[in-house]
């Protein structure tokens, strides 16, 4: 079991960068995989990216380039490094813990509260 906090969101102009922390409790950070997630208004929670156990990326295609996930298990922590972003990434942020790093929010069995990710233009 594990509990998540995100931090680092907040406002910022189309084309900045913004990092997001997912803090995790527990000794077991190490035997998860990390993914996070994102949601706006009135649309679906949105798969992001994911890190495997053994530190092996995903990200879906309309973030890939721009957004780099990493962990650093001595921290128990997960990030989320969005570069060049778009109004379109204004959502809600969550990160999520589980098994294997799938695409899927039912993969997931541990979810933080999620932080505010807002872009201007």
């Known amino acids: 079991q594990v509990q998540l906090v995100e931090s680092g969101g907040g406002l910022v102009q189309a084309g900045g960068s913004l990092r997001l922390s997912c803090a995790a409790s527990?000794?077991?950070?190490?035997?998860?995989?990390m993914g996070w997630f994102r949601q706006a208004p009135g649309k679906e929670r949105e798969f992001v990216a994911a890190?495997?156990?053994?530190?092996?990326?995903y990200y879906a295609p309309s973030v890939k380039g721009r957004f780099t996930i990493s962990r650093d298990n001595a921290k128990n922590t997960a990030y989320l490094q969005m570069n060049s972003l778009k109004p379109e990434d204004t959502a809600i942020y969550y990160c999520?813990?589980?098994?294997?790093?799938?695409?899927?929010?039912?993969?997931?069995?541990?979810w933080g509260q999620g932080t505010q990710v807002t872009v201007s233009s």
């Open positions: 527990g000794r077991t950070f190490s035997s998860y995989a």
């Open positions: 890190i495997s156990r053994g530190g092996g990326p």
């Open positions: 999520a813990a589980g098994r294997v790093a799938l695409s899927t929010p039912d993969a997931y069995d541990y």
